[in-house]
């Protein structure tokens, strides 16, 4: 997903991995991808949840309740334009859009290996992410 950031947004794009984000009620944020306004600016080690137009989560089996309910309605409230949740297990994206005080409005599912996902952000560019070159599951080692 950092890859298609640059190739979609240009190398200079604000984007952020496993870095803490400031919510008010929520010190302990870090999103596995988060895409920022240009002129967002870092307080101290973190950024403000003003300046995310966009947040990925990717699944993992520990975080699956977390990824789909916690956190769509924590980006809802806080008013987190793009909420994207990227599940390897089920090889689909659903993008969530529309934030209310009690999560998202919308919600469309779009399954790996159907091409390319245009997603329109809140500053009038498009981050492209390519379903057909997301993250899979690792084969599990043959048990002995």
């Excluded at 803490?20 to 302990?28: G, L, T």
């Excluded at 895409?35 to 600016?41: G, M, P, Q, Y």
């Excluded at 789909?68 to 689909?92: F, H, M, N, S, W």
């Amino acid at each position: 997903m950092q890859f298609d950031t640059i190739v979609s947004l240009g190398r200079h794009a604000k984007t952020v991995s496993d870095v803490y984000i400031d919510f008010p009620a929520d010190e302990h944020s870090a999103p596995d991808l988060a895409i920022l306004r240009e002129d967002a600016r870092r307080e101290g080690k973190r950024y403000s949840f003003e300046d995310v137009l966009l947040i990925s989560e990717v699944v993992s089996t520990s975080s699956a309740r977390k990824d789909y309910d916690d956190c769509t309605a924590k980006y809802g409230r806080y008013g987190i334009p793009i909420y994207l949740v990227v599940d390897p297990y089920a090889q689909e994206v659903v993008l969530h859009t529309q934030p209310t005080a009690t999560g998202c409005i919308a919600a469309h599912t779009h399954k790996y290996g159907t091409g390319k996902l245009p997603v329109h952000l809140a500053d009038g560019r498009t981050f492209t992410l390519d379903l057909d070159e997301l993250p899979r599951p690792e084969p599990e080692a043959d048990a002995r």
